[in-house]
Protein backbone atom coordinates (compact mmCIF):
# COMPACT_ATOMS: atom_id res chain seq x y z
CA UNK A 1 0.00 0.00 0.00
CA UNK A 2 1.70 3.41 -1.29
CA UNK A 3 -1.21 5.78 -0.17
CA UNK A 4 -0.82 6.97 3.46
CA UNK A 5 -3.16 9.20 5.04
CA UNK A 6 -0.79 12.12 5.74
CA UNK A 7 -0.99 12.53 1.98
CA UNK A 8 -4.55 14.27 2.44
CA UNK A 9 -4.75 17.49 1.87
CA UNK A 10 -8.75 17.80 3.21
CA UNK A 11 -10.00 18.13 -0.23
CA UNK A 12 -12.18 14.88 -1.20
CA UNK A 13 -11.91 15.05 -4.71
CA UNK A 14 -8.47 15.64 -5.08
CA UNK A 15 -7.73 12.65 -2.15
CA UNK A 16 -9.76 10.47 -4.21
CA UNK A 17 -7.45 11.09 -6.99
CA UNK A 18 -4.36 10.70 -5.51
CA UNK A 19 -5.44 7.25 -3.79
CA UNK A 20 -6.80 6.11 -7.86
CA UNK A 21 -3.13 7.23 -8.92
CA UNK A 22 -1.17 5.41 -6.14
CA UNK A 23 -3.28 2.67 -6.60
CA UNK A 24 -2.27 2.86 -10.54
CA UNK A 25 1.51 3.23 -9.97
CA UNK A 26 1.29 0.37 -7.27
CA UNK A 27 0.04 -1.65 -10.27
CA UNK A 28 2.62 -1.13 -13.06
CA UNK A 29 5.19 -1.40 -9.91
CA UNK A 30 4.09 -4.82 -9.10
CA UNK A 31 3.96 -5.82 -12.37
CA UNK A 32 7.36 -4.34 -13.64
CA UNK A 33 9.11 -6.12 -10.42
CA UNK A 34 7.52 -9.41 -9.66
CA UNK A 35 10.38 -11.55 -11.42
CA UNK A 36 8.29 -12.60 -14.17
CA UNK A 37 10.33 -12.80 -17.89
CA UNK A 38 10.18 -9.46 -19.32
CA UNK A 39 9.03 -10.29 -22.78
CA UNK A 40 5.96 -12.64 -21.02
CA UNK A 41 4.72 -9.48 -18.76
CA UNK A 42 5.86 -6.95 -21.75
CA UNK A 43 1.78 -6.09 -22.86
CA UNK A 44 0.71 -6.02 -19.24
CA UNK A 45 3.60 -3.61 -17.64
CA UNK A 46 2.89 -1.55 -21.10
CA UNK A 47 -0.68 -1.69 -20.07
CA UNK A 48 -0.25 -0.72 -16.43
CA UNK A 49 1.78 2.14 -17.64
CA UNK A 50 -1.09 3.52 -20.34
CA UNK A 51 -3.27 3.09 -17.75
CA UNK A 52 -1.20 5.46 -14.95
CA UNK A 53 -0.89 8.02 -17.61
CA UNK A 54 -4.00 8.19 -18.75
CA UNK A 55 -4.93 9.09 -15.26
CA UNK A 56 -1.90 11.36 -14.26
CA UNK A 57 -3.41 14.29 -17.28
CA UNK A 58 -6.90 13.78 -15.93
CA UNK A 59 -5.84 14.50 -12.04
CA UNK A 60 -3.45 17.09 -13.34
CA UNK A 61 -6.44 18.97 -15.42
CA UNK A 62 -9.16 18.64 -12.02
CA UNK A 63 -6.48 19.37 -9.56
CA UNK A 64 -5.82 22.51 -11.85
CA UNK A 65 -9.17 23.73 -12.27
CA UNK A 66 -9.51 23.27 -8.07
CA UNK A 67 -6.44 25.50 -7.96
CA UNK A 68 -8.09 27.99 -10.20
CA UNK A 69 -11.39 27.94 -8.39
CA UNK A 70 -10.37 28.78 -5.04
CA UNK A 71 -7.50 31.30 -6.76
CA UNK A 72 -4.46 29.40 -5.43
CA UNK A 73 -1.67 31.89 -5.76
CA UNK A 74 1.00 29.41 -6.37
CA UNK A 75 -1.57 28.04 -9.59
CA UNK A 76 1.08 29.01 -12.09
CA UNK A 77 4.09 27.72 -10.53
CA UNK A 78 2.59 24.37 -9.69
CA UNK A 79 0.88 24.10 -13.65
CA UNK A 80 4.28 24.31 -14.94
CA UNK A 81 5.42 21.49 -12.39
CA UNK A 82 2.65 19.19 -13.78
CA UNK A 83 3.36 20.05 -17.15
CA UNK A 84 7.42 19.37 -16.69
CA UNK A 85 6.05 15.99 -15.02
CA UNK A 86 4.35 15.17 -17.76
CA UNK A 87 6.26 15.69 -20.59
CA UNK A 88 8.89 14.01 -18.81
CA UNK A 89 6.89 10.69 -18.59
CA UNK A 90 6.05 11.06 -21.95
CA UNK A 91 9.64 11.72 -23.22
CA UNK A 92 10.41 8.23 -21.71
CA UNK A 93 7.32 6.68 -23.67
CA UNK A 94 8.58 8.26 -26.91
CA UNK A 95 11.86 7.04 -26.23
CA UNK A 96 10.60 3.61 -25.48
CA UNK A 97 8.64 3.39 -28.22
CA UNK A 98 11.77 4.14 -30.93
CA UNK A 99 14.06 1.82 -29.09
CA UNK A 100 12.03 -0.66 -27.18
CA UNK A 101 10.32 -0.93 -23.68
CA UNK A 102 13.26 -2.69 -21.62
CA UNK A 103 13.23 -3.64 -18.36
CA UNK A 104 16.01 -1.21 -17.25
CA UNK A 105 14.40 1.82 -18.94
CA UNK A 106 10.63 0.79 -17.41
CA UNK A 107 12.03 0.45 -13.76
CA UNK A 108 13.96 2.99 -14.60
CA UNK A 109 10.21 5.24 -15.05
CA UNK A 110 9.37 3.50 -12.01
CA UNK A 111 11.43 4.60 -9.41
CA UNK A 112 11.17 8.24 -11.07
CA UNK A 113 7.59 8.33 -10.89
CA UNK A 114 7.47 6.70 -7.52
CA UNK A 115 9.65 9.13 -5.81
CA UNK A 116 7.97 12.32 -7.48
CA UNK A 117 4.98 11.78 -6.67
CA UNK A 118 5.80 10.63 -3.25
CA UNK A 119 7.41 14.02 -2.86
CA UNK A 120 4.56 16.45 -4.90
CA UNK A 121 1.94 14.60 -2.92
CA UNK A 122 3.42 14.81 0.28
CA UNK A 123 4.85 18.33 -0.43
CA UNK A 124 3.42 20.68 -3.56
CA UNK A 125 0.17 19.33 -3.04
CA UNK A 126 -0.31 20.08 0.92
CA UNK A 127 -0.15 23.72 0.26
CA UNK A 128 -3.39 23.76 -2.02
CA UNK A 129 -5.21 22.17 1.39
CA UNK A 130 -3.24 24.79 3.47
CA UNK A 131 -4.45 27.14 1.37
CA UNK A 132 -7.95 26.19 1.01
CA UNK A 133 -8.29 25.52 4.57
CA UNK A 134 -6.97 29.44 5.32
CA UNK A 135 -9.65 30.70 3.03
CA UNK A 136 -12.50 29.19 4.83
CA UNK A 137 -11.19 29.88 8.32
CA UNK B 1 34.49 22.59 5.40
CA UNK B 2 32.69 24.58 7.41
CA UNK B 3 29.92 23.58 9.85
CA UNK B 4 26.91 25.38 8.34
CA UNK B 5 27.71 23.14 5.01
CA UNK B 6 27.51 20.10 6.88
CA UNK B 7 24.61 20.64 8.67
CA UNK B 8 22.81 22.13 5.50
CA UNK B 9 22.82 18.04 4.37
CA UNK B 10 22.10 16.50 7.51
CA UNK B 11 18.97 18.69 7.70
CA UNK B 12 18.06 17.84 4.37
CA UNK B 13 18.77 13.77 5.03
CA UNK B 14 16.49 14.12 8.60
CA UNK B 15 13.89 16.35 6.28
CA UNK B 16 13.41 14.10 3.09
CA UNK B 17 13.73 10.96 5.22
CA UNK B 18 10.99 11.53 7.57
CA UNK B 19 8.92 12.82 4.69
CA UNK B 20 9.59 10.44 2.02
CA UNK B 21 10.85 7.03 4.37
CA UNK B 22 9.17 8.18 7.46
CA UNK B 23 12.31 7.12 9.31
CA UNK B 24 14.31 9.22 12.05
CA UNK B 25 18.00 9.99 11.54
CA UNK B 26 20.34 9.78 14.04
CA UNK B 27 23.97 11.27 13.62
CA UNK B 28 26.91 9.55 15.69
CA UNK B 29 29.77 10.72 15.89
CA UNK B 30 31.98 12.70 12.69
CA UNK B 31 34.90 11.31 11.59
CA UNK B 32 37.73 12.73 8.94
CA UNK B 33 38.78 9.77 6.42
CA UNK B 34 42.24 10.16 4.36
CA UNK B 35 39.73 8.93 1.28
CA UNK B 36 36.36 8.88 0.13
CA UNK B 37 35.65 5.22 -1.01
CA UNK B 38 32.20 3.97 -2.10
CA UNK B 39 32.37 0.58 0.53
CA UNK B 40 29.09 -0.43 0.91
CA UNK B 41 26.42 -2.09 -1.34
CA UNK B 42 25.04 0.52 -2.81
CA UNK B 43 26.67 4.03 -3.07
CA UNK B 44 25.41 7.38 -4.88
CA UNK B 45 27.27 9.99 -6.01
CA UNK B 46 26.91 13.88 -5.76
CA UNK B 47 29.30 16.32 -7.60
CA UNK B 48 28.87 20.00 -6.55
CA UNK B 49 30.38 22.52 -8.20
CA UNK B 50 29.69 26.70 -7.78
CA UNK B 51 30.61 28.47 -4.62
CA UNK B 52 31.61 24.98 -3.21
CA UNK B 53 33.13 22.57 -4.99
CA UNK B 54 33.14 18.72 -4.22
CA UNK B 55 31.78 15.70 -3.51
CA UNK B 56 28.81 14.18 -1.40
CA UNK B 57 28.89 10.20 -1.49
CA UNK B 58 26.09 8.31 0.36
CA UNK B 59 26.63 4.58 1.44
CA UNK B 60 24.00 2.19 2.26
CA UNK B 61 24.14 -1.76 3.15
CA UNK B 62 22.03 -4.12 0.82
CA UNK B 63 19.23 -4.72 3.28
CA UNK B 64 18.84 -0.97 4.32
CA UNK B 65 18.90 -0.24 0.69
CA UNK B 66 16.07 -3.03 0.04
CA UNK B 67 13.98 -1.88 2.87
CA UNK B 68 14.30 1.99 1.96
CA UNK B 69 12.39 0.82 -1.91
CA UNK B 70 10.45 -1.05 0.62
CA UNK B 71 8.87 1.62 2.81
CA UNK B 72 8.40 3.82 -0.72
CA UNK B 73 6.66 1.11 -3.26
CA UNK B 74 5.41 -1.74 -0.74
CA UNK B 75 6.60 -4.17 -2.68
CA UNK B 76 9.29 -6.56 -1.29
CA UNK B 77 12.67 -6.31 -3.36
CA UNK B 78 15.41 -9.00 -3.16
CA UNK B 79 18.02 -7.39 -5.12
CA UNK B 80 19.74 -3.75 -6.11
CA UNK B 81 18.04 -3.62 -9.52
CA UNK B 82 17.92 -0.68 -11.75
CA UNK B 83 14.54 -0.11 -10.04
CA UNK B 84 16.32 -0.40 -6.22
CA UNK B 85 19.43 1.87 -7.10
CA UNK B 86 17.21 4.62 -9.71
CA UNK B 87 14.83 4.96 -6.56
CA UNK B 88 18.22 5.50 -4.34
CA UNK B 89 19.72 7.94 -6.49
CA UNK B 90 16.41 10.16 -6.71
CA UNK B 91 16.09 10.13 -3.08
CA UNK B 92 19.36 11.19 -3.00
CA UNK B 93 18.86 13.88 -5.36
CA UNK B 94 16.41 15.14 -3.72
CA UNK B 95 18.67 15.35 -0.18
CA UNK B 96 20.73 17.79 -2.47
CA UNK B 97 18.51 19.33 -4.04
CA UNK B 98 17.17 20.50 -0.37
CA UNK B 99 20.59 21.32 0.94
CA UNK B 100 21.55 23.04 -2.05
CA UNK B 101 18.51 25.34 -1.77
CA UNK B 102 19.45 25.31 2.08
CA UNK B 103 22.71 26.85 0.97
CA UNK B 104 21.89 29.48 -0.93
CA UNK B 105 20.14 31.10 2.30
CA UNK B 106 23.77 31.55 2.95
CA UNK B 107 24.43 33.08 -0.52
CA UNK B 108 26.63 29.95 -1.10
CA UNK B 109 25.24 29.09 -5.22
CA UNK B 110 25.79 25.70 -6.18
CA UNK B 111 25.09 23.05 -8.83
CA UNK B 112 24.71 19.26 -8.75
CA UNK B 113 25.06 17.18 -11.02
CA UNK B 114 23.05 13.87 -11.37
CA UNK B 115 23.62 11.72 -9.66
CA UNK B 116 26.10 8.51 -9.69
CA UNK B 117 25.16 5.33 -8.51
CA UNK B 118 27.50 2.72 -7.89
CA UNK B 119 26.19 -1.07 -7.02
CA UNK B 120 28.66 -3.42 -4.92
CA UNK B 121 32.03 -1.87 -6.30
CA UNK B 122 34.81 -0.82 -3.92
CA UNK B 123 36.45 2.18 -5.72
CA UNK B 124 37.80 5.13 -4.31
CA UNK B 125 36.47 8.72 -5.62
CA UNK B 126 38.26 11.33 -4.25
CA UNK B 127 40.40 13.00 -6.54
CA UNK B 128 42.50 15.55 -4.49
CA UNK B 129 44.74 14.43 -1.89
CA UNK B 130 41.77 16.24 0.35
CA UNK B 131 40.65 14.26 3.73
CA UNK B 132 37.23 14.01 3.73
CA UNK B 133 34.90 14.07 6.30
CA UNK B 134 32.50 11.03 7.62
CA UNK B 135 28.98 11.02 9.23
CA UNK B 136 27.84 7.71 10.16
CA UNK B 137 24.13 7.72 10.37
CA UNK B 138 21.50 5.35 11.75
CA UNK B 139 17.78 5.05 11.11
CA UNK B 140 15.58 2.20 12.69
CA UNK B 141 16.10 -0.02 9.50
CA UNK B 142 19.66 -0.17 9.61
CA UNK B 143 23.43 2.54 9.44
CA UNK B 144 24.54 3.96 6.78
CA UNK B 145 27.37 6.94 5.54
CA UNK B 146 27.33 9.83 4.06
CA UNK B 147 30.62 11.32 3.45
CA UNK B 148 31.43 15.31 2.53
CA UNK B 149 34.05 16.91 0.98
CA UNK B 150 33.15 20.27 0.00
CA UNK B 151 35.47 23.31 -0.73
CA UNK B 152 35.20 27.41 -0.71
CA UNK B 153 35.19 28.54 -4.62
CA UNK B 154 35.55 32.15 -3.06
CA UNK B 155 35.98 33.60 0.12
CA UNK B 156 32.69 34.75 1.46
CA UNK B 157 33.16 37.69 4.57
FE1 LIG C 1 -0.17 18.67 -7.97
Same mark, same amino acid.
Given at each position: ????? !?????????? #???????? !??????????????? #? /???????????????????????? /???????????? /??????????? $?????? @? !?????????????? /????????????? @???????????? !????? | ??? #????????????????????????????????? @???????????????????????????????? @?????????????????? $?????? =???????????? =?????? =???????????????????????????????????????????????
Amino acid at each position: MMWKE !RYRIGVDLID #DQHRELFK !RLSNFIRVVQNGEPW #D /EKLDEAKDTLGFMQEYVVYHFEDE /ERYQREIGYPDY /EEHRKIHAGFK $AEVDEY @V !RLMEEEGFSEETMQ /ELAARFMTWLIMH @VGRADQRIGEYA !RSKEG | MKV #DHINAFYVAIQEIFKLMLDLDVEKGELRIVEDM @VSSKDANVLLGITGDLKGSILFGFPKHMALEM @VNIMSGVDMDEIDTFVSS $ALGEVV =NIIGGNALTSLS =NYDYIC =NMAPPQIIVGKYKSISMASERSLLIPLETEIGKFDVNVFLAEAKNIN
